[in-house]
């Protein structure tokens, strides 16, 4: 199958990417360690799309531990080729519907969550017997003890995969026997990485005098102006009591954990990746798997619970060679003990910022996606023609189903809103509204 990177905005793969094209190709078993943000959707997806045939019977299965890389890998997978027939399936939306949208499509890669995808297998909604390249990301994540069952018994269901792929941005020795992974070839581009981590990301600690990390949070945001920035925690009950804080102090922030509905989290991102919102609250869902470019700072509120999980956090930023800051914010009974990589830390004072940023942007909601023919084209045509907006007055976009956002200039809100208040997009009557938490 051909394949165009260009479509990708890529000129040339990497080093890694090079090696995996070569290596798939040799060995039915390749495990791949490599860095956040070097490139492991694509290091899979070359050597997979390569080898594959068009057709209308799934051959690749790729399983992911989470939705969002899920539809992440998916527009990756259907922009590399045009003759790809890419569906990703995940939880948070009827399986019923997901069942329909297959058999009209009729895939020959699917992507998807180890919990959806054993579920379409049990009632035999696509034809898994074809499938004979299997694609295990954040295997480490994968392989952990909620997914095990489910993943064996995915694999128990697949007599005709050959060639098994697996990655990770950490080491992971333990890969359970019903994986299958015979003869392997292991690839690691771990080795040396925190090294280029820490010419990369400049890492600090700062100390909280109170329990209570909130003030000193807000201090630090304040002192990072309109920069991106991820607060991680631990909880998703402290995911929104931070949320709420950070709203009402009047910061542009966003919330994110498993919790949320599907819609809400498809929001979330979208006000995050276009900057309509500068500031990310989130349990460590949003440490694997999430793309989001530009993402200048991570802030650990609550301490990791591994490196590992460290790893992956600050994993967000400094991607594909940029640069990036880690803070890790301590209480007055807090210490890394259980940390000892992070014990050399430099620690800095807390900052004296108060002065709340404000973004440049803001979230439209239209009631209107691709089931009502809506695309990109049609929402700029409105906004341009009926809303009087400039080309640069309008920022992303992103097209769902039955529904749309768009960033639009701050400013320009008080004068587009009567413009487009009633009015038809593509000939239908739709709400559209600002989103602003």
């Not at 995911?239 to 949320?260: E, I, P, T």
């Not at 089931?371 to 045509?381: A, C, E, L, P, R």
Request: neutral net charge; contains cysteine; proline residues 4%.
């Amino acid at each position: 199958m051909i394949y165009n990177l260009q479509t990708l905005g890529i000129e040339a793969i990497n080093a890694m990417q090079e090696d995996m094209l070569r290596e798939v190709r040799r060995y039915d078993s390749v495990v791949l360690l490599s860095p956040t943000g070097s490139g492991k959707t694509l290091g899979y997806l070359l050597p997979v799309v390569e080898r594959m045939t068009p057709g209308n019977v799934p051959t690749v299965l790729v399983l992911v531990p989470s939705r969002e890389l899920a539809m992440q890998s998916r527009d990756v997978a259907a922009k590399l080729s045009s003759e790809l027939k890419v569906y990703a399936c995940y939880g948070g939306r009827a399986a019923m519907d997901e069942h329909r949208a297959m058999r009209n499509l009729a895939p020959n890669m699917i992507i998807g969550t180890p919990g959806r995808v054993l579920d379409h297998m049990r009632k035999d909604n696509f034809d898994y017997s074809s499938i004979d390249t299997l694609v295990i990301d954040e295997f480490d994540k994968s392989l952990e003890l909620g997914f095990r069952q489910q993943m064996s018994d995915i694999l128990a269901m697949l007599p005709s995969v050959r060639k098994r792929i697996l990655l990770s941005a950490t080491d992971s020795q333990d890969i359970p026997a019903f994986v299958g992974v015979d003869n392997v070839r292991r690839l690691d581009y771990l080795a040396g990485h925190s090294s280029d981590y820490a010419e990369r990301i400049r890492q600090y600690m700062l100390r909280s005098p109170e329990k209570d990390k909130l003030e000193t949070l807000g201090h630090l945001l304040c002192s990072m102006g309109s920069s991106s920035s991820i607060v991680f925690l631990n909880y998703r009950e402290a995911v929104d009591r931070v949320y709420q804080f950070l709203c009402k102090a009047g910061f542009c922030a966003v919330s994110f954990h498993g919790a949320m509905e599907q819609k809400d989290r498809e929001r979330a991102l979208f006000r995050f990746r276009s900057g309509c919102a500068n500031i990310l609250v989130s349990t460590d869902l949003a440490a694997r798997g999430l793309d989001i470019d530009n993402v200048e700072n991570i802030i650990h509120y609550h301490l990791p619970q591994t490196m590992d999980v460290y790893t992956h956090r600050i994993g967000r930023t400094a991607r594909w060679d940029r640069e990036g800051v880690s803070y890790l914010i301590l209480g007055p009974e807090e210490n890394v003990d259980k940390l000892e990589a992070l014990a050399d830390m430099e620690t800095i004072p807390v900052p004296s910022a108060t002065r709340v940023p404000v973004s440049q942007w803001e979230t439209l909601y239209i009631g209107r996606g691709k089931k009502d023919k809506v695309g990109k084209v049609d929402i700029v045509g409105f906004l341009s023609k009926t809303g009087g907006l400039a080309s640069g007055q309008i920022g992303s976009i992103s097209v769902f189903p039955s529904w749309s956002f768009v960033a639009v200039e701050r400013r320009c809100l008080p004068q587009l809103m009567p413009r487009i208040k009633g009015q038809k997009i593509k000939g239908q009557r739709t709400i559209i509204e600002p989103i602003r938490q």
